[in-house]
């Protein structure tokens, strides 16, 4: 088991006096359980519970008062509680059970003593008008996949880490950093996909895993859809999604299928749902609020780079360039630093955004925008060294400040530059590698600056 950067919220929850029931929510396979198991080790007792299990299904079916329940549960664990024991009670799977989902109120308002996480592979499904979590009455976490930290941290990349971690970054750890991402992006971060790596050493040996992962998520899609039409689309969807995701996509005839616009977005949205892929729609803005554009067409993110390597076959262009310059169009770099900015946010509501600007005079697009501050920075990747930053330069034309972020494969560096309208403005090259600090970077500068 890997050490997780959640399990630093998990804790922060547990020693929270106001806190509710956690929803531990994310795609299957990204490793909840796991967490939710090492996260155990802080409490006097762990009761797991999966619902799946017809014994523990039952216990939530035939009982509709909680603290017969509670006390059903502590005599199957033969736990007598005691003053200053901690509690952890851990609903796996919890999606099928409904009075489950229901009682989660009175753990909250009659129990607050127990500690309640509650996940599910098929969480998602149920957040609909037929059940509902009660509101305000639980918290919810998300758990990605791993991040290019916790693959350091899984490796036990430990003189890697400590370079990772300074503030500027060491330029003689340029070259072996470097190297790591571009690893960590030829893998991806699904925690079987790195256990399998580490072990084996060998890319070639997980070939199967990947394959098994796509079956899985095929496999569930009777459980996704709600009649036979959405079962064909999102299948559809899910085997088309890893090999143009990165791309601008329009729903009417989705992967040169005959599907209609409004079936193909319904069954994207169910998707999302489950995390195993994500919709990035544009702004138009260039000052807060950080708004989508839902008028405009989104881009296709899905859960995890490495399987886009995997069934776009472009696991061997990585290897033999050892740099993510030009691998399938840049979109692979452009993704895995998407897949990044997820992975160091914690919030169910974290999204990532792009900018354009659309007119019959000019195009412009900028991969991605962040809000820091106050102020929202155009973030452009670059694979390769040098590149033109056209679009870029347009966004700070445009915006109230001077400041912009470029990811390539060079080393960490700050430039003054102008725009072609004679704008001054400071440049941050910032590493690959460096993404997963971007935030700890940008407050550097902006705080320095403005």
């Known amino acids: 088991m890997y050490y997780r950067n959640i399990l630093k919220k998990l804790s922060e929850w547990k020693n929270n006096i106001t806190r509710k029931p956690l929803i531990l929510r994310g795609a299957r396979q990204v490793g909840k359980t796991t967490v939710v198991k090492m996260f155990s080790t802080e409490f006097d007792f762990f ?53 489950a989902i229901k009682l989660l109120r009175y753990f909250y308002e009659e129990f607050n003593y127990l500690y309640v996480i509650a996940a599910g592979s098929l969480l998602e499904t149920v957040l609909d008008n037929k059940i ?68 084996a050493k060998n890319i070639t040996q997980v070939s199967k895993i990947f394959e098994n992962l796509i079956t899985t998520y095929l496999d569930d899609v009777e459980k996704y859809a709600n009649n036979e039409n959405q079962t064909k689309i999102i299948r559809h969807l899910i085997k088309n999604s890893f090999i143009i995701a990165g791309e601008r996509i ?31 729609y544009p702004t138009t803005n260039i000052t807060i609020p950080l708004m989508e554009n839902l008028h405009k067409s989104p881009k296709l993110h899905v859960l995890d780079t490495g399987i886009i390597n995997k069934f776009a076959s472009v696991q061997i262009s990585i290897l033999s360039n050892n740099l993510l310059d030009n691998v399938y169009e840049g979109k692979i770099a452009e993704h895995i630093v998407g897949q990044e900015l997820l992975a160091i946010q914690t919030s169910v509501l974290s999204k990532n955004y792009f900018w354009t600007k659309e007119s019959s005079q000019s195009n412009a697009e900028i991969d991605y925008v962040l ?58 090259n910032l590493p690959f590698y460096l993404v997963g600090k971007i935030y700890e970077y940008c407050n550097l500068l902006v705080n320095k600056l403005f």
């Open 132 to 199: 509902s979590f009660p509101v305000g009455r639980v918290e919810y976490l998300i758990l990605r996949p791993f991040s290019f930290e916790e693959f350091l941290l899984a490796k036990q990349e430990t003189s890697a880490l400590e370079l990772y971690n300074l503030l500027p970054f060491a330029e003689y750890g340029h070259d072996k950093l470097l190297e790591l991402f571009t690893e960590y992006c030829l893998i991806g971060g699904m925690p079987e996909i790195i256990k399998k790596y580490i072990e």
């Open 47 to 99: 009761i797991h519970l999966n619902l799946d299990k017809n014994d523990d299904f039952k216990i939530f079916e035939t009982n509709n008062n909680l603290e017969t329940i509670i006390q059903i549960l502590f005599l199957k664990q033969n736990i007598k509680p005691k003053e200053n024991k901690t509690i952890l009670i851990f609903i796996d799977e919890i999606q099928n059970s409904a009075n």
């Open 371 to 428: 809000q820091i501050n106050s102020l929202l920075i155009p973030i452009e990747v670059k694979t390769g060294k040098t590149g033109r930053l056209r679009s870029l330069m347009e966004f700070i034309d445009l915006a109230p400040h001077n400041f912009a972020v470029r990811v390539y494969s060079g080393k960490f560096s700050i430039e003054n530059c102008k725009t072609l309208k004679n704008k001054e403005f400071y440049l941050m």
């Open 250 to 280: 329009k729903f009417e005839g989705f992967a040169n299928s005959n599907y209609k616009s409004k079936d193909v977005g319904d069954c994207f949205r169910i998707l999302e749902k489950t995390f195993l892929l994500t919709l990035v």
